[in-house]
């Protein structure tokens, strides 16, 4: 079928992956900081296809399907916090959430 | 047999193009936009790279799913832009040199690992059944598979009590 190295796939994933890190420590805003997640959880995807059609063993496809099952999960009970977070204190700006900080 | 390779590029240009401007972005509804194209594109490379049950996946639980709620959530508490501190020049300056760091690192390792040196002969490039896939789910995993549908349900209630109102 393609032709394609998978190394290619890989150091794509590898680009996504850094490009999320930088987003999380970039961006300011909770909801913003919760999609630069979503955003590794996919690359870290990425690899895994990669490795399974490598490897030609199906294990990889089974634990994306995991990883996708328990960002969902993730997702769900993180919106939630931001919503009470939003309640509580009137803005979504990490640098407004310091109760904890010393 | 250019046309794998034309899919590949376009679709890893989307995909980093998409990163960059949730990066860039300074309204939450731009970002989540833009990372619905980069899982869009993701799925069009699982297709390509013969996996079409995790395309499936993608586009039905993440672009569907998990993007909706986002987007739900930015227009439901619609907070605008955000704002920049004295903190977050820090943030600025820390973020890219990590960030290329890692990259630069991880691509290195990644590119020269057993695994991907190994294959790229194109023997292995049949598209896995969906079939192979479903027995080894609920076979080899079965347990791990019920025990998400746990995990569900407990994330399920613990998104109705944080977001019920307080009496």
């Not at chain 2, 695994?115 to 027995?135: C, E, N, Q, Y």
């Amino acid at each position: 079928m393609s032709v394609i190295p998978v190394s290619w796939y890989l150091v794509l994933s590898a680009i996504l992956f850094g490009l999320g890190v930088v987003a999380f420590v970039f961006k300011r805003n909770v909801i913003t900081i919760f999609m630069s997640i979503e955003l590794m959880l996919n690359a870290v995807n990425l690899a895994f296809v990669a490795f399974a059609r490598a490897l030609n063993q199906l294990d990889g496809l089974v634990f994306v399907f995991f990883v996708i099952v328990v960002a969902a999960a993730e997702a769900a009970v993180g919106l939630a916090i931001v919503i009470m977070l939003a309640q509580n204190r009137q803005s979504l700006s990490v640098e407004r959430v310091n109760l904890l900080k010393f | 047999m250019i046309l794998p390779f034309i899919l590949f590029a376009l679709c890893a240009l989307l995909a980093v193009g998409g990163a960059l401007a949730l990066i860039f972005a300074r309204e939450p509804i731009h970002s989540a936009l833009a990372l619905i194209l980069v899982m869009v594109s993701l799925a069009v490379l699982y297709l390509l790279l013969g996996a079409p049950f995790v395309a499936a996946v993608q586009i039905i639980v993440y672009a569907g799913a998990v993007m909706v709620l986002f987007v739900f959530v930015i227009m439901l508490l619609n907070m605008g832009v955000e704002e920049h501190t004295n903190f977050s020049k820090i943030a600025k300056f820390a973020a890219w040199p990590l960030g290329l760091v890692l990259i630069v690192w991880s691509g290195y390792w990644l590119f020269h690992s057993r695994a991907a040196s190994a294959i790229g002969t194109g023997a292995a490039m049949v598209p896995s059944s969906t079939r192979d896939l479903s027995k080894q789910l609920f076979q080899q995993y079965l347990f791990p598979f019920e025990a998400t549908s746990i995990l569900i349900l407990i994330a399920l209630l613990g998104a109705l009590v944080m977001a019920r109102k307080e009496e």
